[in-house]
């Protein structure tokens, strides 16, 4: 089981519970083209179209862009699910304070949310978009 698949699982789980508002599993499953299309957007540049950390913009970069697809791997073999959502929405590095070239893409993902258990057994608020990129993500890992 890939570590994508694990955080659909969580948010089946989520959608079960019957909170709302929760998209329906047709929803999420459209999220993850979502996840796919955002990725391509705001984050290939730098991290390249398959995550190795290869786009285009690296080059220019004083830091280089971490390698999307050894996540798992640098984890010990378990996608990690909250520092990575952390790290993208820009709160692991006090809002604005991070100093790295990458931007924080809290307010781009914003918008709808729904509850999902990231692994530490609590249902978190979650924005939609958020959840669907770090599915993208998860597919990047290597089996
Ligand atoms: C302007 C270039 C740039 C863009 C755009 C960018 N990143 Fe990054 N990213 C970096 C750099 C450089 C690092 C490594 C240094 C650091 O952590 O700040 C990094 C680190 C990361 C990490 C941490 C990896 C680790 O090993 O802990 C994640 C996760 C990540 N990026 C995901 C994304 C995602 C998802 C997007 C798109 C929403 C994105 N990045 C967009 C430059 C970028």
Redesign the pocket.
């Known amino acids: 089981m890939t570590a994508g698949r694990m955080l659909w699982a969580a948010a089946g789980l989520a959608a079960l519970g019957g909170c709302s508002p929760e998209p329906s599993g047709g929803d999420v499953a459209m999220s993850q083209t979502a996840g796919q299309a955002?990725?391509l957007?705001?984050?290939?540049?730098?991290?390249g179209r398959t995550g190795r950390?290869d786009?285009p913009?690296?080059p220019g970069?004083?830091?280089?862009?971490?390698?999307?697809t050894?996540?798992s791997e640098?984890n010990g073999g378990t996608f990690?699910i909250l520092?990575?959502m952390g790290?993208?929405y820009g709160y692991t590095?006090g809002r604005g304070g991070?100093?790295?070239?990458?931007?924080e893409?809290g307010p781009?993902?914003d918008g709808d949310t729904m509850l999902v258990d990231l692994g530490d057994g609590v249902l978190t608020p979650t924005p939609v978009k958020l959840i669907a990129?770090?599915n993208?993500?998860g597919a990047l890992q290597p089996d």
Not at 41 to 47: E, G, I, R, T, W
Not at 61 to 68: E, I, M, N, T, Y
Not at 98 to 103: E, H, L, S, V
């Open positions: 955002f990725y957007d705001y984050c290939s540049a730098c991290h950390g786009g913009a690296a970069l004083s830091v280089r862009p971490a390698d999307l050894r996540l640098r990690p520092p990575v790290r993208i590095q991070g100093g790295g070239p990458m931007p893409f781009l993902l990129l770090v993208h993500l």
